[in-house]
């Protein structure tokens, strides 16, 4: 493979960190991309992701899909010039389920009942 089937890139966390620069293939999908994320993700972090669907990447203003592959993303502002690194930054969903999973059990049963109002 030649040198522009690469893209350089870093990944800037909310606290100002990076990740990177590495090199990666232009074929190489979002998800591939978020586990290699994951797989580097700086054990100081106290709220480190373990699942790809907890990692959301921003580049140009854009969230990036988990089926798209970086080539397929070049219609972004993605790597314009050769020798540049890219900075995406890396935003982090919070996992509900162990929040939902932790209220119910702390709460009472809710009995379902149902309300009507006519106006």
């Given at each position: 493979?030649?040198?522009?089937?690469?893209?350089?890139?870093?990944?800037?966390?909310?606290?100002?960190?990076?990740?990177?620069?590495?090199?990666?293939?232009?074929?190489?999908?979002?998800?591939?991309?978020?586990?290699?994320?994951?797989?580097?993700?700086?054990?100081?972090?106290?709220?480190?992701?373990?699942l790809i669907n907890e990692v959301k990447l921003i580049n140009?203003?854009?969230?990036?899909?988990?089926?798209?592959?970086?080539?397929?993303?070049?219609?972004?502002?993605i790597c314009e010039l050769p020798g540049i690194v890219t900075?995406?930054?890396?935003?982090?969903?919070?996992?509900?389920?162990?929040?939902?999973?932790?209220?119910?059990?702390?709460?009472?049963?809710?009995?379902?009942?149902?309300?009507?109002?006519?106006?």
């Open positions: 493979m030649g040198d522009e089937d690469w893209i350089e890139l870093k990944f800037r966390l909310a606290d100002g960190t990076d990740i990177g620069p590495s090199k990666y293939s232009q074929l190489m999908t979002v998800a591939s991309l978020k586990e290699k994320i994951i797989a580097q993700w700086p054990k100081d972090k106290e709220n480190a992701p373990k140009g203003g854009k969230i990036l899909e988990n089926n798209t592959t970086l080539s397929e993303a070049r219609s972004l502002p900075t995406m930054h890396v935003v982090l969903r919070p996992p509900l389920f162990e929040k939902k999973k932790e209220k119910l059990q702390n709460d009472p049963p809710m009995k379902s009942h149902c309300v009507c109002c006519i106006l």
